[in-house]
């Protein structure tokens, strides 16, 4: 990817524009996930995988019996 991409990873309708044409897709699951774990107060994020590729986290916090948190 490139770092320009980078920073609009997570935005809805985002494609990378070196494959946009080669590769399907509606460039929402990124922003979904965020959404998502945003949601249940966790984060989603990117980091670089070198020497190429990429690497994706998500936390979300420990779901807690009711009436135990």
């Known amino acids: 990817m490139t770092p320009s991409f980078n920073e609009r990873l997570f935005r809805k309708f985002q494609r990378d524009e070196t494959t946009?044409?080669?590769v399907p897709g509606t460039g929402l699951g990124l922003f979904?996930?965020?959404g998502l774990a945003a949601a249940?107060?966790?984060q989603a994020w990117y980091e670089p995988n070198e020497p190429r590729?990429?690497?994706f986290g998500v936390?979300?916090?420990l779901?807690?019996?009711d009436g135990l948190g």
Do not use: D, E, K, N
Request: proline fraction near 11%; glycine fraction near 22%; charged fraction near 0%.
């Open 53 to 55: 590729g990429a690497c």
């Open 20 to 22: 946009a044409g080669s």
């Open 40 to 42: 249940m107060g966790g």
């Open 59 to 61: 936390t979300v916090p």
């Open 32 to 34: 979904i996930v965020q």
């Open 63 to 65: 779901a807690q019996p």
